[in-house]
């Protein structure tokens, strides 16, 4: 059965912090790994990573994934309190459906 | 990116009523279209798969008859919720996956369901 973890799943920090988020997966037929910030409706898109060690950046944000270790981390640099959100990972298969981790729930305190 | 909208966004209905949730691909076309569920402080959990022209395919533990799944167009899928229930009670969030792309899958802002 098709599985994606992350970790941890609540994280609380100071404005200004760095934080990084995992996630790893067991998806069968892998195609990409996708993550999501969800604040108080759907998740928005934020990165799909397909290759290993290529590194997705947007901002403050960035993405990596190691297909070998079947792992993908999230960094968000000088966090800010508007980053407050879950964020959720989540391992696409061959059939495009998305399996999707538990969250982490980031809250950045000022 | 591309746009998907869901109708109605919230939703209040009485036990045993039936509740359609429309959900629309503006600016592309969506072969496929997902429906998920999502419980307060829980992840999403895929329900099923719509195909246009086609049945859905559900996920297991997903009754067929309950959920009715409609794709009667590239760019409209439709959820029925039938003789609902409070444990029915939940964010349904719906997405397409962008025909010609690179199988984003783009979201729809949810519809939250209240069974009373």
């Known amino acids: 059965e098709d599985k994606v973890v992350q970790s941890p799943l609540s994280l609380v920090v100071h404005e200004g912090d760095t934080v990084t988020l995992n996630c790893s997966y067991e998806?069968?037929?892998?195609?990409?790994l996708l993550w999501y910030k969800q604040e108080k409706k759907a998740p928005t898109f934020l990165f799909m990573l397909t290759s290993s060690g290529i590194e997705k950046k947007s901002g403050r944000l960035s993405s990596i994934l190691d297909k070998k270790e079947l792992f993908s981390i999230l960094n968000i640099t000088a966090t800010q309190t508007g980053d407050s959100a879950v964020y959720l990972c989540?391992?696409?298969?061959?059939?495009?459906?998305?399996?999707f981790g538990k969250g982490t729930k980031l809250t950045v305190n000022p | 990116g591309a746009v998907v909208s869901q109708h109605p966004s919230r939703v209040i209905c009485k036990s045993g009523t039936s509740v359609k949730i429309e959900c629309r691909s503006l600016d592309f076309q969506a072969t496929t279209m997902f429906w998920y569920r999502q419980f307060p402080k829980q992840s999403l959990m895929l329900m099923a798969t719509s195909n246009e022209g086609s049945k859905a395919t559900y996920e297991q533990g997903v009754e067929k008859d309950k959920f009715l799944i409609n794709h009667a167009s590239l760019t409209l899928s439709t959820l029925t919720v039938t003789s609902a229930h409070p444990e029915d009670s939940s964010f349904y969030i719906c997405s397409g996956v962008h025909s010609g792309g690179a199988h984003e899958q783009f979201f729809g802002p949810g519809t939250r369901l209240t069974v009373l």
């Open positions: 998806v069968t037929n892998f195609r990409s």
């Open positions: 989540a391992g696409q298969g061959g059939s495009e459906k998305l399996v």
